[in-house]
């Protein structure tokens, strides 16, 4: 996968880009991550990228040039998207990561100031896709949120393929909670389940687990978790619990 990043902040990404779970899988060969400095193409004197709105209002617009010629700086892909980050798009799911994890590459254009002028978006734009409702300084940590959620789908990119299978949203419930060592720490003792070595009451428990924080806190998520086809195994415990 090859992420492109269309921005005014280039060096956001550098630590980004090379610590930890990402940085290895730059090393790997796993993913691609190359920014592009949208002030670069500008063609005014003074690099601006922005001019005031019109219709008056407070704030400056990126203009449609620099924009787009930043993007066309390099052959755009077969199997690409590219895809503006803002809080008008669609709040970005666990699907969406899915669905965007099986391209080949990734235009991803960071806005600043107000806006962007809306000939960009109509001309250039596959998809605005938000974080969620707030407002940011910028586009970039939006953009490192599709990067980070995206390139953990990647093959490879975890060590444990099945790792991403149990975390919250991808099983479609919230996450059961976890508990490392000590056994007993302050007076408060790991579950006994835990400790037990019996696989299938560790595994039940867990689901009952993730059944009970994601009935609280995300009824939505439970209630279409409860109308979705299960394997037999996962059959039987939800009769089980629902027995309780
Ligand atoms: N929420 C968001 N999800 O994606 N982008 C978001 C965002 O707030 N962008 C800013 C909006 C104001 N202009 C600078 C960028």
Known sequence: MKFRILTLFPEQFDSFAQTSIIGNAVRDGHIEISCTQIRDYSESKHRSVDD????????????VQPLKDAMHSEPIGENAKVIYLSPRGKTLTHDKVVELSELAELILVCGHYEGVDQRFIDTYVDEEISIGDYVLTGGELAAMVVVD???????????DANASLDESFASGLLEYPHYTRPAIYDEMEVPAVLRSGNHAEIEYWRLVQALEI??????????????????EKTRRMLKKYLKT
């Open 52 to 63: 005031a709105p019109f219709g008056g209002g407070q704030g400056m617009v990126m203009q």
């Open 149 to 159: 959620s995206v390139s953990r789908l990647i093959p490879g990119v975890l060590r």
């Open 214 to 231: 994601t009935k609280v806190r995300r009824p939505d998520l439970y209630n279409a978790f409860m109308k979705h086809e299960h394997d």
